[in-house]
């Protein structure tokens, strides 16, 4: 652990926390901090794996800019939200909301205010946005991406009669439903002055503008070194039903924009358990495919980092990447017609083009990765972690055989 002293709930002039709207999978809440970082509760094991990243790793992982006191805050309405305190902790170069440089997406981001409402019935999160989204897309088109008449149901994620998921063709509501759940369990076990601490990660999507985003739980083995018996089982089960154990390799959320209607289309991590591998592959062409077309100027890029990557886990010996999830990512606006379109539109410059970084791949969520010398996880593995690598292989056969035209 990092050894510091946190600053009390009440010194300085602490960052509003927001859920981060391109969270697609997971269960820990993911935050906005600011425009280029994101946080999450910290867990020792992966702040030594941060710690202790090999050097090949750092360009497949979030680059880690430290730690951050985080405190409950209720208002005189009930409302809760989460405040991190500056000063310690607080990643250089990471200015408040309040002086991001006049960037309208970070100032309104600022302004959000994301509430929960116990008494409404469903339990609905609703947030106050009428004014702000309208302001929101006069002032950054480019960067719309809320419906001014959303609002998230905690049922909404049920299926129907015949065990569907229905699509969505909004903004993907999973960051929300982590928040709240988040909210709901700090605030029932802790009151408003205790300390938390929080990892501040990069923001990996911070430079697209439309992200599509695929949350892929790597590996055959999914519980921890540490997981109890009845938790070890859970996970077994979970993977000898899914894709995880066949391929290596399952579904943990994703959301695509929709380029025909504006919208993004959204699964979650129940969608992806139920995937055959042929599901598994039709829901992967889904993911490269932005409404009225197939990206295939994507799958060569993609196909070479992820075999970047493979060369680097097969010489990464003692590690095991449990539970951890790869993101694959790009640009739902990353072709000709729709780019040089956005770009008229755009009030500020695009960082990226026609180039490699149109996409990525990274990997996140070391909270149960173990390698050798890890103090938080005694157990020494040898060798590469295979479980990895065979994911790795099969999802990397599945993009070659599309880009064959298979």
């Not at 006191?69 to 405040?83: A, C, R």
């Not at 170069?93 to 959000?112: E, F, I, N, Q, Y």
């Not at 149960?368 to 990397?396: A, M, Q, R, V, W």
Request: aromatic residues 8%.
């Amino acid at each position: 652990m990092v050894g510091q002293s946190p600053l009390s709930p009440g010194e300085g002039r602490a960052v509003l926390l927001e859920p981060f709207v391109h969270q697609v999978g997971g269960h820990t809440s993911m935050l906005r901090y600011d425009e280029h970082t994101v946080c999450k509760p910290l867990v020792s094991q992966e702040l030594s794996f941060y710690e202790s990243l090999p050097l090949a790793m750092r360009q497949f992982t979030p680059q880690y800019k430290g730690i951050v006191s985080v405190h409950l805050k209720k208002d005189s309405l009930g409302n809760l939200t989460l405040m991190a305190s500056p000063g310690l902790g607080q990643p250089e170069g990471c200015g408040r909301l309040d002086s991001a440089g006049g960037d309208p997406a970070v100032t309104l981001w600022h302004k959000r205010k994301w509430v929960t409402s116990t008494s409404t019935e469903h339990g609905v999160v609703k947030r106050s946005h009428t004014q702000v989204t309208r302001t929101f897309r006069d002032s950054c088109p480019g960067k719309m991406l809320l419906r001014t008449d959303l609002q998230y149901h905690s049922d909404s994620l049920l299926e129907d009669a015949n065990g569907n998921q229905p699509e969505r063709k909004s903004y993907n509501p999973w960051g929300l439903h982590c928040h709240r759940q988040h909210l709901n369990r700090m605030s029932s076990k802790h009151n408003e002055n205790k300390l938390h601490q929080f990892l501040l990660l990069e923001n990996v999507v911070s430079k697209y503008s439309f992200p599509c985003i695929l949350d892929l739980k790597m590996g055959t083995r999914q519980h921890g070194d540490d997981a109890s018996e009845e938790k070890k089982a859970r996970h077994i089960k979970k993977c000898e039903q899914s894709t995880s154990a066949s391929l290596g390799v399952r579904i943990c959320g994703m959301q695509v924009y929709q380029a025909d209607t504006g919208h993004f289309l959204c699964k979650d991590k129940y969608y992806g358990r139920k995937l055959s591998p042929e599901g598994f592959q039709q829901t992967l062409r889904q993911f490269l495919c932005t409404g009225n077309q197939l990206r295939t100027d994507l799958l060569e890029p993609i196909i070479l980092r992820l075999k970047a990557l493979l060369s680097v886990i097969r010489k990464q010996s003692s590690y095991r990447f449990y539970s951890s999830s790869l993101l694959i990512i790009y640009d739902g606006q990353e072709n000709k017609e729709s780019t040089a379109a956005l770009d008229h539109h755009l009030p500020f410059p695009k960082t990226h083009g026609a180039n490699p970084s149109r996409i990525d791949v990274r990997m996140i969520d070391f909270a149960h990765t173990t390698f050798k010398g890890s103090k938080s996880s005694p157990t020494s593995h040898d060798g590469p972690d295979h479980g990895y690598i065979f994911g790795l292989e099969n999802l990397i056969k599945i993009l070659q055989n599309f880009s064959e035209g298979k």
